[in-house]
C-alpha cells in the first residue's frame, strides 16, 4: 500500500521515525512529506535514510512529476504525526501553501491525523473548531495522550505512541475500499457482513458527541488484607473498546480494575470490587449513549471480610497434633450490574447496552447457546461472546468473539483477530443501532 506520513513541525516528531520504521517494515511503500518547520526537529537526511525516498518540503522540487497532486491522489492513506496546531488550522481552512497542506487536499484516501502540541494550544476553541471541521469532513483524528510534554509540563497533547499510530493505519488500510473517501465522500458502502451502510463513514468520527462508558478488567472480591477472589481477565479487550471508541470521537469514561496504560483521549475510573463498579457505572451512565459491560465482574463476594490476614493454622489438637481444619468461606451473591442497567433504562432505547459473555461451554450447552440463552436473561442491546479458558482469550492479544444482537437470529462472528479489531467490529454493530 501507498502510505503518505506527513510530519508538522513539533517536537513528537521524533516519534514519527518509529511510526516510519513500522509502516516500512509491514511492507508499506511510505512517502515522507514533512513541513520546513518538521526539519528543525529531525532532518530531511534522516527521514530519505529510513524511507529510501527522497523527501521534499515545496512543491517546486520535482515539478515536472506534478507531486503536488500525484502524492495524495496515489495514496491509499495519509497520517500526520504529529499534527501541530498550524497544521491542523491549515488543513481545516483549505489551504495549500506547502507540499503537505497540497496532498491534503488532492487525497482522496483515508487521512489520519494525530494532533500534538502543549495542553493550552490544544484545548483552546480554534484548535477545537478546527479539529471538529476536520472531524465533520471525514478526517480521523486521532485524540492526544496525556502525560509529560515539553520541559516540565504534562496535560492532554502529548503524541499517542507509535504502536498505537501504527495500529490506526493498520485498520484504516485494512478497510480498503469498503470505506469512503476521508474528505467528504458520501459514496455508499458495503460492510463484511453485506449490509448497506451510508451513514457516516466507520472509523472517522462517527462517535463524535456521543459519550460512552465501558467497564474493563476482573473484579477483585478481598477475604482479608492479603487475599481475594478474583478471575483471569487481563481487561485488554475493554482497553480497545475504550480505545477505538475514542479514535472514533467518543467522550470515553473507563471504568476499570486494571492497571493497563490509559488510552488516549479516555478518562479512567479506577475500581477493585463488583460493588464499587456498580456504584462508578450507576454515577457515569446518567448522560452516556452507550454503555459496554466487558468487565468479568465477579458473580460472589465474601459474605465478611477478616481485618486480619487468615492464619493458616489455628493452634494445636488435644494431642498435641497440628490442627488441619480450613476455614470455612461464605459467599453472597453480587449484584447483576449488566441487568440492572437493562432495569433501569425502562422503555428507554438509551443508553444502547452491550454485554459480554466469557463462556465455557459444557454438558448442557455450547459457548453459543449459553450466549443466546444470556442475551434473553439479560435483555442488553448487543452481547459479544467469546470463549475463555486458562489459554484461551484471557490475557491474549486476539481474541475470536459472536456477536449477538436482541430480536436478530444473525451472528457475526469476528477473529481470530486482535483484540482492537474485535473491538472496531462491535463499535460498527453499535453505530448501527445508534
Request: charged fraction near 25%.
Amino acid at each position: 500500500m501507498k502510505v503518505v506520513l506527513g510530519v508538522a513541525g513539533g517536537i513528537a516528531a521524533y516519534k514519527a521515525c518509529s511510526l516510519l520504521r513500522l509502516l516500512t517494515e509491514a511492507g508499506h511503500d511510505v512517502t515522507v512529506v514533512p513541513t520546513a518547520s518538521a526539519l528543525h526537529f529531525v532532518g530531511e537526511a534522516t527521514w530519505a535514510a529510513l524511507s529510501g525516498k527522497p523527501v521534499h518540503t515545496d512543491v517546486w522540487s520535482d515539478i515536472t512529476e506534478v507531486p503536488h497532486v500525484r502524492i495524495g491522489q496515489e495514496a491509499d492513506l495519509v497520517v500526520v504525526a504529529p499534527a501541530t496546531a498550524d497544521l491542523l488550522a491549515r488543513a481545516a481552512t483549505g489551504q495549500a501553501d506547502d507540499l503537505l497542506t497540497n496532498v491534503l487536499l488532492t487525497a482522496r484516501c483515508p487521512v489520519v491525523m494525530a494532533p500534538a502540541m502543549h495542553t493550552e494550544m490544544y484545548e483552546h476553541p480554534a484548535t477545537q473548531a478546527n479539529i471538529s471541521t476536520l472531524t465533520e469532513r471525514g478526517v480521523h483524528v486521532v485524540p492526544p495522550a496525556s502525560g509529560r510534554l515539553t520541559g516540565r509540563d504534562s496535560g492532554p497533547g502529548r503524541l499517542p505512541e507509535p504502536e498505537q499510530l501504527f495500529e490506526i493505519c493498520r485498520r484504516e488500510l485494512e478497510r480498503g475500499d469498503s470505506s469512503p473517501t476521508s474528505w467528504g465522500d458520501s459514496r455508499p458502502t458495503r460492510r463484511s457482513d453485506g449490509v448497506s451502510a451510508d451513514a457516516a463513514p466507520q472509523g472517522r468520527g462517527e462517535l463524535s458527541g456521543r459519550r460512552v462508558v465501558v467497564t474493563a478488567g476482573g473484579t477483585r472480591e478481598p477475604l482479608d488484607p492479603v487475599r481475594y477472589l478474583g478471575n483471569r481477565s487481563s481487561g485488554k479487550q475493554g482497553y480497545a473498546l475504550a480505545r477505538v471508541a475514542a479514535e472514533r470521537g467518543a467522550d470515553v469514561v473507563l471504568v476499570t480494575t486494571s492497571s493497563l496504560p490509559v488510552p488516549a483521549g479516555v478518562r479512567a475510573v479506577p475500581v477493585e470490587t463488583a460493588l464499587e463498579l456498580e456504584a462508578a457505572v450507576t454515577a457515569e451512565v446518567g448522560e452516556a449513549d452507550v454503555v459496554v459491560m466487558a468487565a468479568a465482574v465477579a458473580d460472589f463476594r465474601p459474605a465478611s471480610y477478616a481485618e486480619h490476614k487468615i492464619k493458616k493454622t489455628h493452634g494445636s489438637g488435644a494431642d498435641g497434633s497440628p490442627d488441619e481444619s480450613a476455614p470455612d468461606i461464605v459467599l453472597v451473591r453480587n449484584p447483576d450490574v449488566l441487568a440492572g442497567l437493562v432495569a433501569a433504562r425502562g422503555a428507554s432505547a438509551s443508553p444502547v447496552v452491550v454485554g459480554f459473555a466469557a463462556e465455557t461451554g459444557d454438558a448442557s450447552g455450547s459457548v453459543l447457546e449459553h450466549g443466546r440463552d444470556k442475551l434473553a436473561r439479560k435483555g442488553c442491546d448487543v452481547l459479544v461472546v467469546n470463549e475463555v479458558g486458562t489459554d484461551v482469550t484471557f490475557g491474549k492479544d486476539e481474541n475470536t468473539v459472536h456477536v449477538l444482537r436482541r430480536g436478530s437470529e444473525d451472528v457475526l462472528d469476528v477473529g481470530p483477530a486482535s483484540k482492537d479489531a474485535v473491538a472496531a467490529a462491535v463499535w460498527d454493530v453499535v453505530t448501527d443501532l445508534l
